[in-house]
C-alpha cells in the first residue's frame, strides 16, 4: 500500500477518533458526568487527532475558549506537523 494512503488512512481515522471522544466529553460535560481527561485530548491530537480536534472545537463548540487547553493544542498540533515532515523528509531521501 502506498505510504500517503497509509498515513491518509491514520489521520482520518484519528481524527474520526477524536471528535468522537470531543463528542463525548461534550455530553458528559452537560450531564455533570465523570469528564475525559484533557491529557488524552491532547494525545489524541498529537498522535494526528488534530484535524478531527479542530472540527470538533468549531462544530460542538468544546474546549475552544480554553486559553490553556488551546496553547497546549496549538503546540500537541505543531509537534505533530514537525513529525511528519521530518518523517516525510525521511522517507524522501
Given at each position: 500500500?502506498?505510504?500517503?494512503?497509509?498515513?491518509?488512512?491514520?489521520?482520518?481515522?484519528?481524527?474520526?477518533?477524536?471528535?468522537?471522544?470531543?463528542?463525548?466529553?461534550k455530553?458528559?460535560?452537560?450531564?455533570?458526568?465523570?469528564?475525559?481527561?484533557?491529557?488524552?485530548?491532547?494525545?489524541?491530537a498529537?498522535?494526528?487527532?488534530?484535524?478531527?480536534?479542530?472540527?470538533?472545537?468549531?462544530?460542538?463548540?468544546?474546549?475552544?475558549?480554553?486559553?490553556?487547553?488551546?496553547?497546549?493544542?496549538?503546540?500537541?498540533?505543531?509537534?505533530?506537523?514537525?513529525?511528519?515532515?521530518?518523517?516525510?523528509?525521511?522517507?524522501?531521501?
Amino acid at each position: 500500500m502506498n505510504a500517503l494512503l497509509i498515513i491518509a488512512l491514520v489521520y482520518g481515522c484519528m481524527s474520526l477518533a477524536t471528535y468522537v471522544v470531543y463528542a463525548l466529553d461534550k455530553s458528559a460535560a452537560r450531564r455533570r458526568r465523570r469528564r475525559v481527561p484533557e491529557r488524552t485530548l491532547h494525545l489524541l491530537a498529537l498522535f494526528g487527532g488534530w484535524p478531527g480536534a479542530l472540527l470538533a472545537q468549531h462544530y460542538l463548540r468544546h474546549k475552544s475558549s480554553k486559553g490553556g487547553f488551546l496553547r497546549l493544542f496549538w503546540l500537541t498540533m505543531l509537534l505533530n506537523c514537525a513529525l511528519f515532515t521530518s518523517l516525510g523528509w525521511q522517507l524522501a531521501s
